[in-house]
């Protein structure tokens, strides 16, 4: 049985290591979860022992957006620099949707209609549909066409593309 005192002795120490609080966070959650559905399923006859135990308060990053000549410093130098024929099209659907990068990757031809995206199994787990303009939907539609999808991931493409622009963004904050 894990007593509390030994958790925050553990978390302590993860914190003394560089460890974030967002992951001895995310750590204590997991070991809630586990606990909780050991208890709930009857595996075991006592409660969850970390209840009691608060997670670490963290303050929110402010957030920022790319103005109109940050963007188009952006798509320039992917045109410029990428050779990755699917990065232009992801980064101009995340920055017209305000989609995170995996679900703009992940967009496929059914969930395009003329002038709007649906985005499912979303990190929040709800669906959403955005509407986008005219010519972003022929852009995609056509690239749909001749590719089927935008294949693998080009995360790594778009991250080196943007190591090439004179752009400075806050730790944490890259591609949404």
């Not at 030994?6 to 750590?27: A, V």
Request: glycine share 6%; hydrophobic share 30%.
């Amino acid at each position: 049985l894990l007593k509390p005192s030994e958790f925050t002795q553990y978390r302590n120490k993860r914190i003394g290591q560089k460890i974030t609080p967002k992951t001895c966070n995310n750590e204590l959650s997991y070991l809630n979860a586990v606990y909780n559905e050991l208890h709930r399923t009857q595996y075991i006859g006592y409660e969850n022992p970390l209840k009691s135990i608060r997670m670490i308060k963290i303050d929110e990053n402010e957030l920022t957006y790319l103005e109109k000549p940050q963007i188009n410093e952006l798509l320039s130098t992917i045109e410029d620099f990428s050779q990755n024929k699917h990065v232009l099209l992801v980064t101009k659907l995340s920055l017209a949707t305000g989609a995170r990068w995996g679900e703009a990757e992940g967009l496929t031809l059914n969930r395009l209609k003329r002038q709007k995206v649906s985005f499912t199994e979303t990190k929040s787990g709800k669906n959403r549909t955005v509407p986008i303009s005219e010519n972003l939907y022929k852009e995609l539609k056509a690239h749909f066409d001749e590719y089927g999808s935008f294949g693998t991931s080009s995360i790594s493409a778009f991250r080196r593309a943007f190591d090439q622009t004179t752009l400075e963004l806050p730790k944490g904050q890259m591609a949404h």
